[in-house]
């Protein structure tokens, strides 16, 4: 029996071919010829399948070139549920930081330059007075994420020195990683106090000693501890970490700054009160509750910052020009909470009335169900995600499809823009708290694309 990948067609074959002449208009011969050989390569590959007739090798060669000219790195419609979703890039940008990025991206700016004086400047003194407004700390430095904020923190005040730390605090975070082996890197040896369950005033006491170089508080952000429980507040740990002279360190993770209370959010802290019960430094994310860039803030004492600021790592850990301009956009917002809440799409997302979002999901229903595609609303429960409110089972409204859920769901995932739900009691659910609404008419056309 003759081996059927004799049969294909050569590249120079398919070059010539008038199917694929059409092709050179979009593309170049190079782009052209390497798609054709990406085609002719999955057909050896999966010989039962190759394409037939020149018409099915012009749509193969096609979807090569489409697949070559697209970008790794691209937009997907989040309607898991989950806000502030890690694997697909947490919080979304505000409008005013994506018009800030661009302004700066399309020339150049005064990263390091003081305008002012004419001279060398510093790019440790953008976003500074935005936080010490907000947060009420002397001083602020922004590093490229929060794990590297509170590495630099223990690397600056307790290297070759201990850190101590609450047992119930050794929390682990996304990826695998680890909070008692990020500090480990930082040179800290790592001293463990209390219980898994209940830590106390003295147990931090008992192990002070003149070889400590700092107090930690890890917040617990994306697990709770209910029942027979105890933890030592910073506002008790602060007067503890002043008599023994060393830095009170608090890694608080979510950067919130302002208090969500009323919208059901409770639990987690708010920058500013971090720093008025007496933390030294406070290390938080841009990119989580604070809705902005892929950033580490770390804010406190005018001295510390000083320190930090003067260590070697810092530079290592530096972040670019659009990251600044992007925070600094951000925290703007911050200025009028009205504005926060309306402006920064994680947290409108997050305070969205369900009423507002249910009337969402009867819309596009109605209007998918025109296009031949059936789908009934569901009452749903969403998450804040990143690590924050753990607990929180916000109410939300999601598409629901039943059927293949498997199918469907890959079938939307494959698509332009990729649509990312999630399977549940074997109905594919698109819920809507997690997409902003400005994106309800390309969620649609892109359903209406995978599913018609």
């Known amino acids: ?8 067609p050569s590249v120079n074959a398919l070059l010539i071919s008038p199917a694929l002449q059409s092709l050179f208009a979009l593309a170049t011969r190079s782009d052209v010829t390497a798609a054709i050989r990406s085609a002719v390569d999955n057909a050896r590959l999966e010989p039962g399948n190759a394409p037939t007739g020149d018409s099915e090798w012009a749509a193969a060669v096609q979807d090569a ?3 070559r000219r697209r970008r790794s790195l691209r937009r997907v419609l989040n309607a898991t549920g989950v806000v502030l979703h890690t694997n697909v890039g947490r919080a979304p940008l505000p409008r005013a930081a994506i018009d800030a990025i661009r302004e700066v991206a399309e020339g150049y700016c005064n990263l390091e330059y003081d305008v002012e004086r004419g001279e060398r400047g510093s790019r440790y003194t953008h976003c500074v007075s935005l936080i010490r407004e907000l947060t009420g700390a002397e001083d602020a430095l922004v590093v490229n994420n929060g794990a590297a904020a509170l590495v630099l923190a223990l690397n600056t005040f307790a290297d070759g020195a201990e850190a101590i730390v609450s047992r119930g605090e050794l929390v682990e975070i996304g990826g695998s990683f680890r909070v008692p082996d990020i500090m480990a890197k930082s040179g800290a040896r790592l001293v463990e106090v209390g219980t898994t369950n209940r830590t106390h005033l003295d147990d931090y006491k008992r192990a002070l000693s003149r070889g400590t170089g700092a107090i930690v508080k890890v917040h617990r952000s994306n697990f709770t501890v209910a029942g027979f429980v105890a933890e030592v507040e910073v506002r008790d740990l602060a007067p503890l970490a002043i008599e023994a002279a060393v830095p009170l360190l608090h890694d608080l993770g979510s950067g919130l700054l302002l208090p969500l209370d009323k919208y059901g959010l409770v639990g ?5 009160q971090s720093v008025r019960e007496g933390a030294t430094v406070v290390t938080a994310s841009g990119d989580k509750l604070l809705g902005g860039p892929q950033a580490g803030l770390a804010i406190g004492s005018a001295d510390a910052i000083a320190r930090m600021r003067r260590n070697p790592l810092t530079r290592a850990l530096r972040v670019d020009k659009l990251t600044l301009t992007a925070l600094e956009a951000t925290l703007a917002l911050y200025r009028d909470p009205e504005t926060a809440l309306r402006e920064i799409p994680a947290l409108a997302m997050l305070t969205a009335p369900v009423d507002a979002i249910r009337a969402r999901a009867v819309l596009l229903r109605d209007q998918l169900s025109l296009a031949g595609v059936q789908m009934e609303v569901a009452d749903t429960s969403a998450s804040v995600g990143g690590g924050a409110f753990p607990s929180a089972a916000i109410p939300s409204a999601a598409l629901a499809i039943t059927g293949d859920a498997a199918a469907l769901e890959a079938k939307l995932r494959d698509g332009d823009p990729p649509v990312i739900g999630r399977i549940d009691s074997g109905r594919l659910l698109l819920d809507l708290r997690s997409v902003p ?14 599913l018609q």
Do not use: Y
């Open 1 to 8: 029996m003759s081996d059927p990948r004799r049969a294909l």
């Open 65 to 67: 070139l489409a697949s």
């Open 268 to 272: 987690e802290t708010i920058l500013a």
């Open 437 to 450: 609404e400005t994106d309800d008419q390309a969620l649609a056309a892109a359903v209406i694309a995978a």
